[in-house]
Nanobody, 116 residues
Framework: QVQLVESGGGLVQAGGSLRLSCAAS????????MGWYRQAPGKQRELVAT???????NYADSVKGRFTISRDGAKNTVYLQMNGLKPEDTAVYYC??????????WGQGTQVTVSS
């Protein structure tokens, strides 16, 4: 089992920045890809960014150039640095981890609200 705990959400004005953190615990040795997804009210959950164990990254087009995903293997933690935030970035952000490329774990989510 893997547990994921997110932190760092909050309220920020448009153009501002936030940094999300997701700490993994439990059976972390099998974790390969970690990532961030988000879900806005009335919308489906969507990919924001992912990072592999060898730090290959992938971003949604809507966040490219503004968000940066990174990973600290020693701390089993993944980060999402969000700059140039827009009101349309408002959502609950979820951390996701895959174990041995098969089992998927989700965090509880952290709210990000961007005011105009």
């Amino acid at each position: 089992q893997v547990q994921l705990v997110e932190s760092g959400g909050g309220l920020v004005q448009a153009g501002g920045s936030l940094r999300l953190s997701c700490a993994a615990s439990g059976n972390v040795i099998g974790i390969n890809t970690m990532g961030w997804y988000r879900q806005a009210p009335g919308k489906q959950r969507e990919l924001v960014a992912t990072i592999s164990k060898v730090e290959n990254t992938n971003y949604a087009d809507s966040v490219k150039g503004r968000f940066t995903i990174s990973r600290d293997g020693a701390k089993n933690t993944v980060y999402l640095q969000m700059n140039g935030l827009k009101p349309e970035d408002t959502a609950v952000y979820y951390c996701r981890a895959t174990e041995f490329g098969v089992r998927v774990y989700w965090g509880q989510g952290t709210q990000v609200t961007v005011s105009s």
